[in-house]
């Protein structure tokens, strides 16, 4: 009989530790993925503002070959 008593305790003592880490873990995950987005927004707008630099200095470059020099 005892023994059945700790049996049920420990089952409960590890689902009760279980259940804490999956809380736990629910409420990171926002947070990791919120940072992850945030990287990726600012990777995509280098991305974009290095493709414009490098754009018109194409634009430029050839505005100034169509161009003489007087």
Same mark, same amino acid.
């Given at each position: 009989m005892k023994n059945k008593f700790k049996k049920l305790r420990n089952k409960r003592i590890i689902s009760?530790?279980?259940s804490v880490v999956l809380i736990l873990? @629910? @409420?990171f995950i926002p947070? @990791? $993925?919120s940072k992850s987005v945030d /990287?990726? &927004?600012h990777a995509v707008d280098k991305?974009?503002?290095d493709?414009? &630099?490098k754009l018109n200095d194409v634009? /430029? $470059?050839s505005n100034n070959k169509l161009q003489?020099? &007087?």
């Open positions: 009760f530790i279980v873990i @629910l @409420l947070n @990791l $993925e /990287q990726a &927004k991305a974009v503002n493709v414009s &630099k634009a /430029q $470059e003489p020099d &007087k």
